[in-house]
């Protein structure tokens, strides 16, 4: 069980410059203001006799508060994952860093750290069994919502 948990923190940490990315890409994109009491249909023509600017507006508006909903998770998701880099010493959140976020060899890592390749992957793998603690405590439940929400973006092709 606590071999899955952390396999899924590394898949997270893999995924951490896609989600703020994705995050960013949400929120530079401009949000409309809608008030449906404010729509008027008698000014617009319907595209055919079935009432189609209906649906379009409809589909418009689902689309961004769907957007927004994911926005809320990738922060939260996000802010998580700080919590929890903050909370290990400075040489595991370095290493899990480099490897995991940045995806940096080990010789490299060893170089920077002044540490074995042994003792390097042996500080990683403790600082990410303690994040999985940490991730599955504070705010998962121990089902990672947020790693399922990576799985679906990879399975609709929008992630890597």
Not at 41 to 53: F, L
Not at 89 to 102: A, F, G, H, L, S
Request: proline share 3%; aromatic share 8%.
């Amino acid at each position: 069980m606590e071999s899955q948990s952390v396999e899924k923190v590394i898949i997270i940490l893999e995924n951490y410059n896609f989600m703020k990315a994705r995050a960013e890409k949400i929120m530079k994109t401009p949000q409309r203001s809608y008030d449906v009491r404010s729509m008027n249909y008698a000014t617009i023509k319907p595209s055919t006799p079935t009432n189609q600017v209906h649906s379009s507006v409809e589909s418009v508006v689902v689309h961004e508060v769907g957007e927004l909903k994911e926005l809320k998770e990738l922060i939260k998701g996000i802010n998580n994952v700080d919590y929890a880099l903050e909370r290990l010493d400075n040489v595991q959140r370095e290493i899990i860093t480099m490897r995991y976020i940045q995806a940096l060899p080990w010789n490299v890592i060893e170089e920077q750290v002044a540490y074995g390749k042994r003792q390097c992957q042996r500080l990683a793998n403790k600082g990410l069994r303690y994040m999985a603690g940490i991730l599955d405590r504070e705010q998962y439940n121990s089902e990672l919502p947020l790693y399922k929400y990576l799985q679906e973006m990879e399975n609709l092709g929008l992630k890597k």
